[in-house]
């Protein structure tokens, strides 16, 4: 059967480099965690993909895992530490990968050998998994549609430590399952039963776009009801632009980690409005714009707006008004500064460094404080 991740080369390198570079930063980060923490199993990291495909896609570009291996392999710090296991339930797959890896010039290189399972959902490997001594896991999931999916499967993945979660979310088939019958099953485990009974009702009638952003909500909404406090989607459209194909999921407890994903999501996004990213890939953002829907797109005035709204009579550092609303919006670090740089210079805000020092003009540093008049009317 086709895979899910089939899709046509632009977008499975798209795929395949947000998943690369947040496990290069991820591994790092886990690693200088576990030397600091004095947490045990200092000496191992885990990449693990529940339904991992074949070797490589339709269009002949490599698969994430052995990109995922590859970049391990040139890196000792990681090579050392990695523990890599890969499951798909088609055999034909798995054999396909397991022949893959062993070709993978400098995979003698890594201290523990990668598995490759056969199993349905991935269960005997989360089973695996959860028998180890609790390690730092980035978790990968690309099903085939939704069957495999579940709100307790990512909640089990994310107990421990440094686990994060990247999962590709199918919109077309689950657009399409959500009044079908004979998958209610599959959807009610995905969304939780009541949260399911609800969109269900909702949806119905609603236009596309209002359609998709509220099933999105709802997902989102639903992995946090399960203690994920972070959880940050990317869109990729067809080659038309017009409809949605699916959604990457970013899933995490720390906010660090949310981070790093977010910054490189931005990068990958084709199109961003006053330094604002869109969180989405397009082709069809590579052909000539129309001007009139980007002249009346202003984010970066609506979150000057918003930031004196939400701190209105408050006085806190950049890195603190960042941290407190950045999350479940499209910004990123530097709009902040750059929209508390520009209500200084509008005169509606004012702003000091700690120590009293002279700032560097036309910056915002992580330190320095902004004071937000009191709300007025």
Same mark, same amino acid.
């Given at each position: 059967? +086709?895979?899910?991740?089939? +899709? #046509?080369?632009?977008?499975?390198?798209?795929?395949?480099?947000?998943?690369?570079?947040?496990?290069?930063?991820?591994?790092?980060?886990?690693? =200088?965690?576990?030397?600091?923490?004095?947490?045990?199993?200092?000496? $191992?990291? =885990?990449?693990?993909?529940l339904f991992a495909g074949p070797s490589r896609h339709t269009d002949g570009t490599l698969a994430t895992p052995l990109k995922i291996l590859?970049?391990?392999?040139?890196?000792?710090?990681?090579?050392?530490?990695l523990v890599a296991l890969f499951n798909d339930k088609d055999e034909d797959n798995a054999s396909s990968l397991e022949k893959a890896i062993a070709a993978l010039p400098g995979i003698e290189k890594l201290k523990y050998r990668p598995r490759v399972e056969s199993n349905d959902a991935g269960q005997e490997i989360i089973r695996h998994f959860e028998e180890m001594s609790p390690i730092p896991a980035l978790f990968v999931i690309d099903p085939w549609g939704y069957k495999g999916l579940s709100l307790q499967l990512v909640d089990s993945l994310l107990k421990n430590w440094g686990c994060d979660c990247i999962f590709f979310?199918? #919109? /077309?088939?689950?657009?399409?399952?959500?009044?079908?019958?004979k998958v209610r099953e599959y959807l009610d485990t995905l969304f939780g +039963?009541?949260?399911?009974?609800?969109?269900?009702?909702?949806?119905?009638?609603?236009?596309?776009?209002?359609?998709?952003?509220?099933?999105?909500? +709802?997902?989102?909404?639903a992995l946090k009801s399960y203690g994920c406090r972070y959880t940050l989607p990317f869109r990729f459209k067809d080659e038309l632009g017009r409809q949605t194909s699916h959604?990457?999921?970013?899933?995490? $407890? /720390?906010?660090?980690? #949310?981070?790093?994903?977010?910054?490189?999501? =931005?990068?990958?996004?084709?199109?961003?409005?006053?330094?604002?990213?869109?969180?989405?890939?397009?082709?069809?953002?590579?052909?000539?714009?129309?001007?009139?829907?980007?002249?009346?797109?202003?984010?970066?005035e609506n979150l000057q707006k918003m930031l004196l709204q939400e701190f209105a009579g408050q006085t806190l550092p950049m890195h603190r008004i960042y941290r407190r609303h950045s999350v479940d919006t499209p910004f990123i670090k530097t709009n902040y500064k750059e929209a508390l740089l520009a209500l200084e210079q509008?005169?509606?805000?004012?702003?000091?460094?700690?120590?009293?020092q002279n700032r560097r003009p036309g910056t915002f540093a992580d330190h320095v404080i902004a004071v937000f008049p009191a709300a007025t009317g």
């Open positions: 059967m +086709e895979q899910f991740c089939d +899709e #046509y080369k632009e977008q499975s390198l798209v795929k395949a480099t947000i998943v690369a570079r947040y496990f290069d930063t991820w591994a790092r980060s886990a690693i =200088a965690g576990q030397k600091y923490s004095g947490r045990r199993n200092k000496n $191992r990291i =885990a990449y693990v993909d590859g970049n391990a392999i040139r890196k000792p710090v990681i090579r050392n530490r979310f199918n #919109y /077309n088939q689950i657009n399409m399952g959500l009044g079908n019958p +039963e009541e949260r399911a009974k609800k969109l269900r009702a909702c949806v119905d009638g609603l236009p596309s776009q209002k359609r998709e952003l509220l099933i999105i909500e +709802e997902l989102c909404q959604h990457l999921i970013f899933v995490s $407890r /720390n906010f660090h980690a #949310y981070e790093i994903m977010k910054d490189i999501m =931005a990068r990958e996004s084709t199109s961003e409005e006053q330094g604002v990213p869109s969180f989405e890939y397009s082709p069809a953002d590579f052909l000539p714009r129309q001007s009139l829907l980007f002249l009346l797109s202003r984010p970066l509008k005169g509606h805000i004012s702003a000091i460094k700690p120590d009293g």
